[in-house]
């Protein structure tokens, strides 16, 4: 048995400012540091024997505190966790795509997977990537634990295709938070989850500093 251990980064600065991110990047927030080293605590005891992470340097700051907690020695990234690539869009405030973009989004608010974003990607796309990427990842490291940082919707997208949905389907996977917490234990094809889209770890950091969740941050 494999068991595959899936997360988000920690908040941005775009994520407060409601801007699209997507391929992009923006810095960790001291929120969104935090919140990763409340993550890594969380993770300690679980006996990960290997970190990836997207190239993206939010999601890498992110798993620099996993690996320094846990006390590995490297951490590996690829492309192919990247988030959903928004093209034009990425840098843009979301509410004023809304505005720009009208009948893209009338889409996109019911049947995102039908969207390809003006120079980006579709969900389809992206599931692609990523899936394939982590199969490798569970034939690499059989019978052991590994970390993957991702982001939101490439992630939301992993969770929809692990519990056997379609990507059509993916409204009925849990959204995936800042450093939310996934584990599935894989043998053969079988994935059962354990925990899915969790944030107990941040339950004392909100007491301290409530978390305040951008209308569009949902879609990435």
Not at 19 to 45: F, H, M, W, Y
Not at 94 to 120: C, N
Not at 139 to 159: A, E, F, I, N, Y
Request: negative net charge; hydrophobic residues 35%; charged residues 25%.
């Amino acid at each position: 048995m494999t068991r595959i251990i899936l997360t988000r980064h920690g908040q941005t600065l775009w994520n407060i400012e409601g801007r699209v991110q997507g391929s992009l990047d923006s810095p960790l927030t001291e929120k969104g540091i935090l919140q990763a080293r409340s993550l890594a605590c969380r993770l300690k005891n679980q006996g990960i024997d290997h970190i990836y992470s997207s190239d993206s340097l939010r999601a890498i700051g992110t798993a620099e505190e996993i690996r320094r907690e846990l006390g590995l020695e490297n951490l590996s990234t690829n492309p192919a966790l990247r988030e959903f690539s928004f093209g034009e869009w990425e840098g843009c405030i979301w509410q004023e795509l809304r505005v720009a973009y009208p009948d893209i989004f009338k889409i996109w608010d019911s049947e995102p997977h039908m969207v390809t974003t003006p120079g980006g990607e579709n969900m389809e796309k992206v599931l692609e990537r990523a899936w394939k990427f982590l199969q490798q990842i569970i034939k690499d490291h059989s019978g052991q634990t590994v970390c993957l940082v991702t982001h939101g919707l490439t992630l939301k997208l992993l969770v929809t295709k692990a519990l056997g949905f379609e990507v059509h389907e993916w409204a009925k996977t849990p959204w995936q938070h800042n450093t939310a917490l996934n584990i599935f234990e894989v043998k053969d094809d079988q994935w059962t989850p354990t925990l899915l889209g969790d944030c107990q770890h941040l339950d004392e950091l909100e007491l301290k500093s409530p978390l305040i969740i951008p209308q569009e941050a949902h879609k990435e």
